[in-house]
Nanobody
């Protein structure tokens, strides 16, 4: 139906920057909202940011000013630009999409497998 593939994760030093990408593919009619979530070891998965089809964004309060979410509707892609990274940002980052697929007339949520971001010296 819908597959989400994240990329761009890796090892960065504190204060550095990293850009994540997520590409959606499959029998997609429309992608409504897209977003990024993360889960650190031993912690609950939490919202990082999401973005609507019209570009309206929402961020976790603690991350405003450091992270920027954007999307390219023509490419079915969502991005997460991360700056001033801290060790506390270390987590698996997951992509989420609310998409309408062939054969259905309402949106459903789909998740990627995640990409690991490690912030360390």
């Amino acid at each position: 139906q819908v597959q989400l593939v994240e990329s761009g994760g890796g090892l960065v030093q504190p204060g550095g920057s990293l850009r994540l990408s997520c590409v959606a593919s499959g029998s997609i009619l429309t992608i409504n909202a897209m977003g990024w979530y993360r889960q650190a070891p031993g912690k609950e998965r939490e919202l990082v940011a999401d973005i609507g089809y019209d570009g309206r964004t929402n961020y976790a309060d603690s991350l405003k000013g450091r992270f920027t979410i954007s999307r390219d509707n023509a490419k079915n892609t969502v991005y997460l630009q991360m700056s001033s990274l801290k060790p506390e940002d270390t987590a698996v980052y997951y992509c989420k999409a609310d998409a309408v697929v062939s054969g259905l007339y309402h949106g459903m949520n789909f998740w990627g497998k995640g990409t690991l971001v490690t912030v360390s010296s």
